[in-house]
């Protein structure tokens, strides 16, 4: 007998997400994962202060009331109790050592034909700097528009898909506009993870799949798996090294997608320290990171974070904490092992014409018994993933599951 009905390999949203629509199904659901903790993407991490315990996030850091999939597998879960409003802060420019506004670094004149430069252009097929900066105008699109692309999906943006920087769905009127979680936007998968008829087993690294039978046989350490259906949900790059000998003709496609590096660092520190007034974070211009996100968007009474997303391979680690005491105008000394954290994200970097690569790859999943979500289909955004996750769920139930 199968050990279950479908197991999943990685228990970031995506995976999650997979698993909760299996499991509101009624299905036998085993999910995997190699870390030592479910979120993947999603990671609140939590400083133990003796006063008070304040957490700050390495990856993701907010939802939006556009993410009907997200907020209606929360509604089911009964969750949106945990859910919180964000305050109304907003971001600033870093350029030149110094704090701006954002209006203060546009040309308003090239700005003002923005309406009429949208007519008629279509987005489809053009790249972010190509689509973009032909309606804001090439210099605001330098100096403001393009450097806060980047800092939204924290890569260099200009050959990044139009379509798939930001996309048009309805809005929950109920729901904040912007929300995050009273524990961090971790509290999604936490949540996700201990929910019933969901098994998660931490620190197991998927080392293959292949075919045993009917039935799918995962390797994981010195255990073998076996399920009808199986679902990847990890990066595209494990995706890829793990199809490479069953699935070629899948890996191939999925190995033309390049992936981003992002070297983040999270500093709490005592709230009278920091001069800077409340804001959302900040963009950099021309500095070695993309932004610096704040935690005052949560506030704390006794707490600020920042978590510092940084290019890769531009500063050692040294040269990261000195900047960031730069930044915040703060002395190089109140940066320490206790309140300074780091992560390395990867994220997709996808570029023009992905909407057919994907296509392809979708072409050779039908019939398989084989899923695959993540973040590397439309867009790197949460409910860019629980969208793909529900489609392959009800895909692989019209092909049986």
């Known amino acids: ?37 479910p979120g993947g993407c999603l990671h609140s991490h939590r400083f133990n202060k003796a006063s008070t315990e304040f957490w700050l996030e390495l990856g993701a850091h907010s939802a ?12 089911s879960l009964q969750a949106l ?19 701006r506004s954002m209006p203060s670094q546009m040309d ?31 210099r605001n699109y330098t100096r403001v528009f393009g450097p806060a692309f980047d800092a939204v999906i924290c890569q260099p943006a200009s050959d990044y898909p139009a379509d798939s920087l930001f996309q048009s769905r309805p809005r929950r009127k109920d729901i904040p506009r912007g929300f995050a979680f009273s524990g ?5 998968t936490d949540t996700l993870a201990g929910r019933s008829g969901v098994r998660v087993e931490l620190g197991q690294t998927v080392r293959g799949i292949q075919r045993g039978g009917k039935d799918f046989v995962v390797k994981a350490g010195d255990a073998h798996y076996t399920a009808p259906r199986v679902c990847l949900a990890t990066s595209v790059a494990v995706a890829t090294e793990l199809l490479r000998s069953m699935f070629p003709a899948v890996a191939a496609q999925l190995a033309e997608i390049e992936t981003a590096t992002v070297e983040t660092v999270g500093v709490a520190l005592p709230a009278e320290q920091v001069r800077l007034p409340p804001l959302a974070g900040l963009i ?39 900047r960031i005491a730069h930044v915040l105008k703060i002395p190089r000394t109140a940066l320490s092992l206790e309140n300074v954290v780091s992560k390395i994200n990867q994220l997709p970097s996808l570029r023009v014409g992905h909407g057919e690569r994907t296509g392809h790859v979708d072409a050779l999943l039908a019939g398989t018994g084989l899923a ?20 392959e769920f009800e895909r692989l139930r019209r092909e049986g599951l």
């Not at 007998?1 to 499991?23: V, W």
């Not at 993309?290 to 968007?297: E, F, K």
């Not at 590397?376 to 529900?390: K, P």
Request: net charge neutral; aromatic share 10%; hydrophobic share 40%.
């Open 1 to 37: 007998m199968p050990d279950c009905d479908l197991l999943i390999i990685g228990a970031g949203i995506a995976g999650l997400s997979m698993a909760h629509y299996a499991a509101e199904a009624g299905l036998k659901v085993l999910v995997l994962e190699r870390e030592s903790r």
């Open 64 to 75: 939006f009331n556009s993410y009907g999939n997200l907020i209606a597998i929360l509604e």
């Open 81 to 99: 109790d945990c859910l919180i409003k964000r305050a109304k802060v907003g971001f600033r420019l870093y350029a030149d050592g110094t704090v």
């Open 108 to 138: 308003i004149p090239e700005l003002v034909l923005a309406p009429f430069r949208l007519l008629g252009l279509i987005k489809v097929g053009r790249s972010v700097a190509d689509y973009y900066g032909r309606i804001v105008g090439r």
């Open 184 to 188: 961090g936007m971790q509290t999604i």
């Open 284 to 322: 950099g211009r021309g500095e070695p990171f993309y932004s610096a996100v704040s935690r005052d968007t949560v506030p704390d009474a006794q707490w600020r974070g920042f978590t510092f997303h940084f290019r890769p391979g531009v500063l050692g680690d040294e040269e990261k904490l000195n």
């Open 372 to 391: 695959l979500s993540g973040n590397y289909f439309t867009g790197v955004a949460l409910e860019d993933c629980v969208t793909r996750s529900r489609a």
